[in-house]
């Protein structure tokens, strides 16, 4: 498979124990978050998830587990580190498990999604190569993904993140990781003592999957602790090790002492530890790179979708919706605490979840202040899947981008 252990396929059923709990570490090993967990619930939850959906109702013939093939593109190497592409190669590779494909019907490509010519070229490789289903999974894949779903109607493509689709042979997946971006903060805020929480993020506020993550997160701090302040280090990559690293080099001298991210590399948390502070992870659990100082991470549980995908296209049960999982559907998690986190931070996490869970918060509820001292939002009302997706380009008011 590629180079990946067999460590990257366990836990087929481990939810128990997946979302924050102080105390120790379980005798669980990172990978163990990251594979499967709610799978099974998701082939029907992917319709009912918020998603903007497709009016097609119908299904196609299917395709027979011997011809099914499966391409993916990333914009760097799994193997490498424990970031983006590492987390949906993880979802990739339980996919497989799940449903018994071998390694040839698996093709990975290695792409810079800023470059639309390679893009292309990528995908009418594994078309070439008898794919048959076409995951592209970072935000700038968007536009050659839609242009060729209308060249090759008769592949299906599934683009990760961003907000196009055609209701037909392309969707679009995503999730709900504002919910766990809300919990991770309330962990920021319980844990920071200088009240300077530090976030290096991969796009500016033109990109709504970055903002509104960062602002779902400094929302969730501001709910136990409206004193400290988020400051925002911008890469304008999703890829580029060398800024992320001094990015949070800029952040822990400004004297942050909680990390944050949404960024490829694990700089922002091996850094933070070596500085003696706190840091939460993103993607995958980081607490296997910085025992010290990882307090919990945001992470993705990809095999939920693409093993509901894959499968929708061997049944003939595709419809061409969108998928936008959350909590409910075990798409999105928080890693269990640190032992180390400060008092009372479970019973936070553990309340702000069962609200979430039962619908009660919704996060961005009600009238929200900006820090251009604007609004957005009405009292009573949560703002919407479309708008939480495609249309937050604004800073919550505890918010700074540093230059």
């Given amino acids: 498979m590629k180079g990946k252990t067999a460590g990257k396929i366990i836990a087929l059923f481990a939810v128990a124990g997946m979302l924050a709990g102080c105390g120790g570490k379980t005798g669980t090993t990172p990978d163990d978050y990251a594979t499967n967990d709610g799978y099974i619930t998701t082939e029907t939850a992917g319709n009912s998830t918020g998603g903007a959906q497709s009016d097609t109702t119908s299904g196609t013939a299917g395709i027979s587990k011997e011809n099914i093939k499966v391409g993916v593109l990333y914009i760097s190497d799994p193997d490498e580190g424990s970031g983006y592409s590492y987390t949906h190669d993880l979802g990739i590779v339980g996919m497989q498990e799940n449903l018994g494909l071998s390694d040839d019907q698996i093709e990975r490509k290695i792409v810079d999604d800023s470059d639309a010519k390679a893009t292309e070229e990528a995908i009418e490789a594994c078309i070439s190569d008898g794919c048959n289903i076409i995951f592209t999974t970072s935000w700038g894949y968007m536009e050659t993904t839609a242009e060729m779903a209308e060249k090759y109607p008769d592949i299906y493509f599934s683009h990760g993140t961003g907000y196009m689709s055609n209701g037909k042979n392309f969707n679009n997946y995503f999730g709900r990781i504002y919910q766990v971006r809300y919990l991770s903060g309330i962990v920021a805020g319980m844990n920071t003592k200088s009240d300077k929480v530090g976030y290096v993020a991969a796009q500016d506020s033109s990109n709504s999957e970055v903002t509104g993550g960062i602002d779902a997160f400094a929302i969730g701090v501001a709910a136990v602790n409206p004193e400290a302040k988020i400051y925002v280090a911008v890469t304008n990559s999703w890829d580029d090790p060398d800024k992320e690293k001094a990015a949070s080099e800029q952040l822990l001298d400004m004297g942050c002492d909680v990390m944050a991210q949404h960024c490829n590399t694990p700089y922002p948390q091996t850094l933070a530890q070596e500085r003696g502070v706190y840091g939460i992870g993103y993607n995958s659990d980081m607490s296997k790179e910085t025992p010290d100082a990882c307090l919990t991470s945001v992470i993705w549980n990809w095999s939920a979708y693409y093993t509901s995908a894959v499968q929708s296209v061997l049944d003939g049960t595709w419809d ?31 309340e702000a979840k069962q609200q979430i869970l039962s619908g009660k918060n919704g996060v961005f509820d009600g009238v929200i202040e900006t820090n251009t001292g604007e609004t957005v939002g009405e009292q009573g009302k949560t703002l919407d899947a479309a708008t939480i997706t495609g249309k937050i380009n604004w800073y919550f008011k505890t918010i700074h981008v540093v230059e």
């Fill in 320 to 350: 061409g919706s969108n998928y936008y999982g959350g909590m409910n559907e075990n798409l999105v998690s928080i890693t269990e605490l640190a032992d180390f986190c400060a008092a009372g931070t479970k019973q936070k996490v553990d």
